[in-house]
C-alpha cells in the first residue's frame, strides 16, 4: 500500500530516518554488509522504504557477495526507473522509485542468474512486507 509522499524535501526530510533521506534523497549509499535486510531469506516483497511502492520480490533475491542485497529482476518494471549516472568518476545504471523518485541504488549486467542483470540496491532504501 502507497502512503501519502511529501510534498518539498523539508517533509521527506521529517518522514525518514537520517540515513534514509542520505541514501534515498541524496542519493547516498550505505557501508558493505551492514545493511539489515542483506541475509534476509524469508518469502515476501521488499518495498520502497518511503513510500511503500512494490519493488522486488524475494524470489529474485541472491546472494551477490558484494555487501548489498541484490535482485535479478523487479516485481514490475513499471515500479522503477533507471537512469544513466556518471557520478564518482564512472559510468553505471542508477535503481530509481518511479513512484517516489528516490535513489534505490545501482543495476549492473554482471548477474549469475539468466537475466545477467544485478539489482544491487541499499536495505535502507527498502521495507520488507512477509508472505
Avoid at 502512503?3 to 530516518?17: A, D, G, I, N, V
Amino acid at each position: 500500500m502507497k502512503t501519502k509522499m511529501p510534498e518539498s524535501e523539508e517533509e521527506w526530510e521529517k518522514k525518514l530516518t537520517p540515513d534514509q533521506y542520505r541514501i534515498l534523497r541524496e542519493k547516498g549509499t550505505e557501508a558493505p554488509f551492514t545493511g539489515h535486510l542483506l541475509n534476509k531469506k524469508d518469502k515476501g516483497n521488499y518495498t520502497c522504504a518511503a513510500c511503500g511502492q512494490v519493488l522486488f520480490s524475494s524470489d529474485a533475491k541472491f546472494e551477490s557477495g558484494t555487501g548489498w542485497p541484490s535482485f535479478d529482476s523487479p516485481a514490475n518494471t513499471e515500479n522503477v526507473q533507471l537512469k544513466e549516472d556518471y557520478s564518482l568518476g564512472m559510468h553505471r545504471t542508477e535503481v530509481i522509485c518511479k513512484n517516489c523518485k528516490s535513489h534505490l541504488g545501482h543495476l549492473f549486467k554482471d548477474g549469475p542468474t539468466k537475466t545477467k542483470e544485478r539489482y544491487c540496491i541499499n536495505s535502507t532504501c527498502l521495507a520488507f512486507k512477509k508472505k
